[in-house]
Structure formats: structure tokens, C-alpha cells
């Protein structure tokens, strides 16, 4: 159990929690939600006890361990898997002790304590956590410096999920996944067995994954029971009920006031006035439940240009003359709202580039209307802004002819009011630099807009303004995002970018779901992890590969001696009385566990052996 009891804490001078409560079982999984700054990271970091209190007390189990995904991703040469097989601390000790041939009486301790903690089945358990965050059994053995940062995160979640501690807490753990990552991982936490608690603005998160909503807003601490649209409706009639009991108070304050006005001078009505003067100054103004402003998003109206906007006949594109979508025979209309579906790697970033312009047909035909202007908003546009420069910077470069008025009244649209604008990028919020980023996406009033991955930095209300200004925007939309609630209210079309060609899906999101939730779970699957970037790999040698295969030797050999404690334990004429039949059939678990093991290790080693092979 987590206890939160009456916690004070400030920063600056400015309180962030002023005797907050909270009780979270053991087993929960919970949300955290809060406007943008209420202070919900900090909230994770005094549990990590990264931070002390200034009053009250965080009580956890003793010995509880806290997990949670590391700022800076791993750029290691260790493989993926080794990787996250390291992140389970106390096996990986265990393992390093056990090699060390400790007494016998000590050994027995360290396999006991391997069997206790699921060690025979570690591996298989790292690869499927992998291969569900988007990583198949190839890409698992390479080093985690061949891939990107983003990539390099996900390594960084599937460890600490490798690791199952006893609190597990995730801040905005869908920002750096797809959208079938993110689905994965809602499965995952729904089965988790521990305790989790997460920060996430992933409304479809927060209604699938968790069963408690902990709202932190004036610098208290409420559980609300159900999952976020629960917490929503409960906190709408909250606000409902409290309005009504505002205004009856504020009708008797009223009618005291003019009593005590009237009366006051009054002797033979003095008793009476003041009475009504100790009423009022009883009565405790009723607070209403804050509501995190509405930042709307004011897309300009690009005039009406005659359907389609783009035609595709017989298109090829990819890169360096390699096709990566073929067969495109596409029509796109300026009333269209498209979402692209498909796995990662599929070619939904190609297919944004090739309509944005930013990629030319390798084959084929695309036609655009002539007066056809695009909007971009590429999934990691943030990076291109000027650190060093205020968004008002940014606009003028854009725009040098208008006026200061003008180009504030722009950022005033997005939500950056007249504090954000001269404020240099570097310190804003990463919401407050995706709105900037969207702004001069559509500064041109394009005809059409294509949004990849536009809610990663938006908070709750932030996306649900979003929401309302693409269902207002006149032009045509084409949506990558991992936000399937996003993609329900805006998108009317479905694409599904995979094998190479993009088709309609002529079902439903709520069908794509069950279809990515059920698929074959296994390499054969179409490819969803990442192509390393080309100048990230190192020149492989045939010293690493030398290396990698000692080490799938010596898996092997900790498997075999793995092997032969269980057959000793299996051989024991005890274990098969009657009244043990519940620990044999828990032994012969771990067998099987560890023949899967010894099937995968094997592999591995007939990979490494023949990649060895192959090199001069």
C-alpha cells in the first residue's frame, strides 16, 4: 500500500502540495492527472524520494522497490536484450554470484531465490516485452547504439516492465510509441501485478488501463474510482452541484448584505443587523472545482479550390531509389479527415512526406490542384524550432510585413499569450512549443494538413481543443497518432499503410484494435521496428561478432546447468506424493519454461554463428 499522509512541499517559495492526502492499495492501477505545472512529476519524484518533504510523510512496504523509466535511454554496445535483462538488478546479481561457484549451501540459496523470481523464463519474458514494444527477434540482438533516442526510450520502458518492481510509475509513457505500442502496453499494464500509477494525457490510456483516477489540483490529492471519463462526469456534476450551491449562497449573502445596509443605522434594528454581520462573516465562500483553461487552437480558412486537392495514379516513392510504397492510387478531397493506420515501419512517414512535398515520386503520377498550399507538422517538428529565439522571433521571420499587434494577436489564437511570446523556445513547455509548432504549420492557411503525432507534448484539454478546431477547419486533414481517441472524433476515412501499398480499412478504429490485439504476436507479423539510422551503425567486425557468440555459448552453458538442477529436483521421489501435487506441477512449469529458453538460446547461437560464418 502507498500512503500519502498530509504532504507539504514548495518550490521556490510557490506551494505545490499543502497537506495532501491519498491511500493507493496494492495492485491498483491509477492515473495521475492535473493541469500542466500542478506539480504531478514532482509528485513522482518525492515518492522516489529524489526530493524531501517539507511536511507530512510518503509510507511505502518496507523494502518495496519503485520502478520508473530513466531520463537519458541506453547507448550502450549491449544487445536490446541484454539490456533489458541488466534492468532486473537483483538477477542479474545472482546470475554474476552463482558463476563465481559459491558453496554449495550458498548455491542452493541463489537457485532457490532464481526460481522464486522467475529467472528460467527471463529471457523469453524480455523478447516478448520487446517485440511488443516494436522490436522483432533480429533487431533484439542489436546493439542499443544503432537506434535513435525514441527508440532507444522504448528499451528503456520494456526494462523497467522487464523488471516488474512493486510501484511501477510511468510519466507519459506513450509519447515515445505508436500507436500499436501504446495499445500493447495498455494491455500489458491491465495484467501488470503490481501497483502502477501513471502520468498520461492518453485519454484512451487512462480509460482502459486503470481502474482510479488521482487528481491533484490546489495542491490536494483526490481518488476518484473508474477509469478517466468516470473521473470527468463525476467531476462535471461536482462542478454542476457546486455552481448551484454558489449561487444560493451568493442569493443569501445578497439578501444579508441589504439587510445589514438597510438596518444598520437603525437603533431599534441594531440587535438584528448585527446578528446578520456575524452570518456573513461566517459564511464560507463555496470554491469552485478549477477547470484547466481552454486553450483553443484558430486555424485560418484556406478558400475552396475544386476536388481533388491530390491524385495519385500508379505511384512509387521511397528513398534512394528503393520503393518502400508502391501501387498508390489514392484521391484526396479538401472536406477529407484521413487517419493512416499501420504498423511502424510501414511507411505512414513516407506516405506524410510524399503529400507534403518533402519526398518525390520515384514512379508513377501525382497531380495537385494549382493552388494547392500544405501544412506539415512532422512528429518531431519541435526539434527545428530556434532554441535561442521567442516564438514572436519565429513569426516575424515568417512574417516581416505585419505588425507586433498582429503577430501577437497569431499567438494569442494558439495559446501563447503575451507572457510566452518573447520568452525564448528553450524555456517553454513542450505543449507550449507543439502549439507554436502548429501554428506556423498553418500559418499559410493550407488547404491541406498533416498532422503526425501532433497531441505528444498536449495535455488533456489542451488535445480536446485540438479536436474542436480540426472538426471547424475547412481543409482536409491526414492524421498519424498513437491518441486513438483523437483519431475517433476527427477521422471519417481510414487508411491502412502496410506490405508495401496503402488500402482503405473499411471497419472501424474499435475493429483495428481487436485486429492489432490479436495478431500473431511473432516475426512473421508485418515489420513494426524502426530501420536504424544508417549513420548510427557501426562497422560491424568479426571481433564483435567473436564476442557475441561467446556469449550465446555461455547462455547456453548457464541454461544446461539451469537444466540439470531441475532434473535433480524433478528426480526426487518426494515431490510426486499426492500432497505435493501442486509444487510438482509448479516445477514442471519452470521445465518448460526453461526448455522455451533453451529453444531461444539455441537459435541465437546458430544466428551468431552463421553471421560469424559469413564474415571474411
Not at 431599534?268 to 452570518?279: G, I, T, W
Not at 499587434?405 to 503575451?418: D, H, P
Request: net charge neutral; glycine share 8%; charged share 25%.
Amino acid at each position: 500500500m502507498l500512503r500519502i499522509d498530509q504532504i507539504s512541499y514548495a518550490i521556490a517559495g510557490t506551494p505545490l502540495f499543502e497537506g495532501a492526502s491519498a491511500t493507493i492499495p496494492d495492485g491498483h492501477k491509477v492515473g495521475l492527472v492535473g493541469r500542466n505545472g500542478s506539480g504531478k512529476t514532482t509528485l513522482f519524484r518525492l515518492i522516489r524520494g529524489e526530493l524531501t518533504l517539507d511536511g507530512g510523510a510518503i509510507i511505502l512496504p518496507p523494502r518495496a522497490r519503485i520502478g520508473g523509466v530513466a531520463q537519458e535511454a541506453p547507448a550502450s554496445g549491449d544487445s536490446l536484450l541484454n539490456t533489458v535483462l541488466a534492468a532486473d538488478t537483483e538477477r542479474a546479481a545472482l546470475m554474476a554470484e552463482a558463476e563465481g561457484a559459491p558453496a554449495p549451501d550458498r548455491m542452493a540459496e541463489i537457485q532457490t531465490r532464481l526460481t522464486d523470481i522467475d529467472a528460467w523464463s527471463a529471457e523469453a519474458r524480455a523478447s516478448t516485452i520487446l517485440r511488443g514494444l516494436g522490436f522483432d527477434t533480429a533487431q533484439q540482438t542489436r546493439p542499443c547504439s544503432d537506434f535513435s533516442g525514441g527508440w532507444r526510450m522504448r528499451v528503456a520502458l520494456a526494462g523497467v516492465l522487464f523488471a516488474r518492481p512493486d510501484l511501477l510509475l510511468l510519466d507519459e509513457p506513450t509519447n515515445y510509441l505508436d500507436l500499436e505500442g501504446a495499445l500493447w502496453l495498455e494491455s500489458y499494464l491491465a495484467r501488470y501485478p503490481h501497483t502502477v500509477i501513471i502520468i498520461s494525457h492518453d485519454r484512451g490510456l487512462l480509460n482502459r488501463a486503470v481502474g482510479s483516477i488521482l487528481h491533484l489540483e490546489n495542491r490536494q490529492l483526490a481518488l476518484y474510482g473508474g477509469g478517466y471519463d468516470t473521473f470527468a462526469r463525476t467531476r462535471a456534476a461536482a462542478r454542476a452541484v457546486a455552481e448551484a450551491e454558489a449561487r444560493k449562497a451568493d442569493a443569501r449573502r445578497a439578501h444579508l448584505q441589504a439587510f445589514v445596509d438597510r438596518f444598520r443605522a437603525k437603533a431599534s434594528k441594531a440587535r438584528q443587523a448585527q446578528s446578520r454581520v456575524k452570518m456573513l462573516e461566517k459564511m464560507t465562500p463555496i470554491t469552485l472545482p478549477q477547470e484547466a483553461a481552454q486553450h483553443a487552437f484558430t486555424f485560418p480558412a484556406p478558400e475552396e479550390l475544386s476536388p481533388p486537392i491530390v491524385a495519385m495514379e500508379g505511384v512509387k516513392v521511397g528513398y534512394d531509389g528503393r520503393a518502400v510504397l508502391s501501387r498508390l492510387n489514392l484521391r484526396i478531397d479538401q472536406d477529407d479527415r484521413i487517419a493512416l493506420l499501420g504498423r511502424n515501419g510501414e511507411g505512414k512517414s513516407t506516405l506524410s512526406k510524399l503529400l507534403a512535398e518533402r519526398l518525390a515520386p520515384i514512379a508513377g503520377r501525382v497531380t495537385r490542384a494549382s493552388k494547392l498550399r500544405v501544412g506539415y507538422f512532422a512528429q518531431h517538428q519541435v526539434d527545428e524550432l530556434h532554441l535561442d529565439e521567442s516564438p514572436l522571433q519565429h513569426l516575424q521571420r515568417e512574417r516581416p510585413g505585419e505588425g507586433q499587434a498582429k503577430l501577437r494577436a497569431r499567438l494569442a489564437g494558439f495559446g501563447l499569450m503575451a507572457e510566452q511570446a518573447e520568452t525564448p523556445v528553450a524555456k517553454l513547455s513542450g505543449g507550449q512549443k507543439a502549439r507554436l509548432s502548429l501554428l506556423l504549420a498553418t500559418l499559410e492557411g493550407p488547404h491541406l494538413l498533416i498532422l503526425d503525432e501532433p497531441t505528444n507534448h498536449l495535455d488533456i484539454e489542451s488535445r480536446e481543443a485540438l479536436v474542436e478546431a480540426l472538426t471547424a477547419y475547412s481543409g482536409a486533414v491526414v492524421l498519424v497518432s498513437h491518441d486513438m481517441h483523437l483519431l475517433g472524433l476527427v477521422a471519417d476515412r481510414l487508411w491502412l499503410v502496410s506490405g508495401g501499398s496503402v488500402t482503405p480499412w473499411e471497419e472501424d478504429l474499435e475493429a483495428y484494435r481487436r485486429f492489432l490485439l490479436t495478431a500473431p504476436d511473432d516475426d512473421t507479423a508485418p515489420a513494426r521496428a524502426p530501420q536504424p539510422k544508417p549513420q548510427a551503425i557501426p562497422q560491424t567486425t568479426r571481433k564483435v561478432l567473436e564476442s557475441d557468440l561467446r556469449k550465446a555459448e555461455a547462455r547456453l552453458e548457464k541454461l544446461a546447468e539451469m537444466r540439470a538442477k531441475l532434473d535433480e529436483k524433478l528426480a526426487d521421489p518426494a515431490l510426486y506424493e499426492p500432497a505435493r501435487a501442486r509444487d510438482l506441477a509448479a516445477w514442471q512449469a519452470k521445465y518448460a519454461e526453461l526448455e522455451t529458453a533453451t529453444e531461444r538460446a539455441e537459435t541465437l547461437w546458430l544466428e551468431a554463428q552463421e553471421r560469424l560464418d559469413a564474415t571474411p
